[in-house]
């Protein structure tokens, strides 16, 4: 069975940093489109970084370019979100997630797997 766990969320102070870890077990390919989300009361969830396991180039959203940095630990199937100058628009409920070959998406409905969500809260 497929898990994913997420780790670190919290409180912050905008402009302050945090680091959201997650756990991927039960999936025995190394190769995936690794994806973190966003979603906020009355907005639709959105894709904030997304990679593709074997290599390739990191996608971003412009809202968080620059301030988000997504990295991956293929041996232990670990994905981090590093989040520096935290803003109070990115206060949400993040989500990691999987998306099995062939290719990488955006797009939430592709992702198979998912995380149960992890609050990150930024005051100012």
């Known amino acids: 069975q497929v898990r994913m766990v997420e780790s670190g969320g919290g409180s912050v102070q905008a402009g302050g940093s945090l680091t959201l870890s997650c756990a991927l077990s039960?999936?025995?390919?190394?190769?995936?489109?690794a994806g973190w989300f966003r979603e906020s009361p009355g907005k639709r969830r959105e894709a904030v970084a997304r990679v593709w396991t074997r290599g390739g180039s990191s996608y971003y959203a412009d809202a968080v370019k620059g301030r988000f940095t997504f990295s991956h630990d293929r041996a232990t199937k670990t994905l981090i979100l590093q989040m520096n100058n935290l803003e109070r628009d990115d206060a949400s409920t993040y989500y990691c997630?999987?998306?099995?070959?062939?290719?990488?998406?955006?797009?939430?409905?592709?992702?198979?797997?998912w995380g149960h969500g992890i609050e990150v809260t930024v005051s100012s």
């Open positions: 039960g999936y025995t390919h190394d190769s995936y489109c």
């Open positions: 997630a999987a998306r099995i070959p062939p290719y990488c998406s955006s797009d939430d409905q592709d992702y198979n797997y």
